[in-house]
């Protein structure tokens, strides 16, 4: 997580709380050490956020300090509200960990007659999961299509063969049957979808590909438009 995505998560925990929160809860959150949840709190307090506390106490926001509202119609949250409940359907453990925080932000924010109407859970997605591949993390194939970085991968393809590739992600697909990772391969020179189930190892490289994910995307996109059945290929 970068550092200004951090502060502000950092002020919506505070923001919600309704007791001091410790350096290590904020930590085992956000995925960080307790040491960089300290630092973050620091910067923040630099920039006069009004947050009170120390270590071994824990910290809290002092009332009266908000960031700007974003209103929603009783229509629009409830359709944020679904969206983020067929979250849970992409098999993607961090995004549904996300989903789970924007649903009490939500809650925390609206007033108390849509708060009731949240409440009473209305609106349910049904369905099974998607099938993650355990030898890949989705949260950090969409950190490095946002980052643009490179991946090395295992893959084993349709018929079970078995390949190393460097890929640039740009994209992931959720399938009901399986996530696929858009990506230029620099084995094949060419874009392919690797299904996350197959997918047997990844981890980012010290390698990087700024600026070229945009033009990647216009060029998978053009190519799909003309051939939607390349989606759904198993193999690459």
Not at 39 to 68: E, H, T
Not at 72 to 94: M, N
Not at 181 to 195: G, N, P, S, T
Request: proline letters at 4%.
């Amino acid at each position: 997580m970068r550092k200004a995505s951090r502060l502000f998560e950092i002020i919506q925990i505070l923001r919600i709380a309704d007791e001091p929160v410790t350096a290590a809860r904020i930590a085992r959150t956000l995925g960080v050490t307790a040491r960089s949840i300290y630092r973050d709190i620091g910067a923040l307090q630099a920039m006069n956020v009004p947050i009170q506390g120390g270590r071994g106490i824990g910290y809290m926001l002092r009332a009266g300090f908000d960031l700007p509202p974003l209103m929603f119609s009783i229509e629009e949250t409830e359709a944020i509200v679904l969206a983020l409940a067929l979250l849970e359907r992409t098999g993607d453990a961090a995004l549904e960990q996300s989903a789970k925080r924007i649903s009490q932000k939500i809650a925390a924010a609206v007033p108390p007659p849509l708060r009731q109407a949240l409440a009473a859970k209305t609106l349910h997605a049904w369905g099974a999961a998607v099938r993650t591949g355990s030898g890949v993390d989705l949260a950090v194939v969409r950190a490095a299509i946002r980052d643009e970085r490179k991946l090395t991968i295992a893959y084993r393809d349709e018929q079970g063969r078995r390949t190393g590739r460097t890929i640039r992600p740009i994209a992931l697909i959720y399938y009901p049957e399986a996530a696929n990772i858009v990506a230029w391969c620099e084995l094949r020179q060419d874009l392919r979808h690797f299904r996350a189930d197959r997918v047997e190892s990844g981890a980012p490289v010290e390698a990087f590909f700024k600026g070229e994910g945009d033009a990647l995307r216009r060029r998978w996109v053009s190519g799909w438009a003309v051939n939607r059945s390349v989606a759904e290929t198993g193999g690459a």
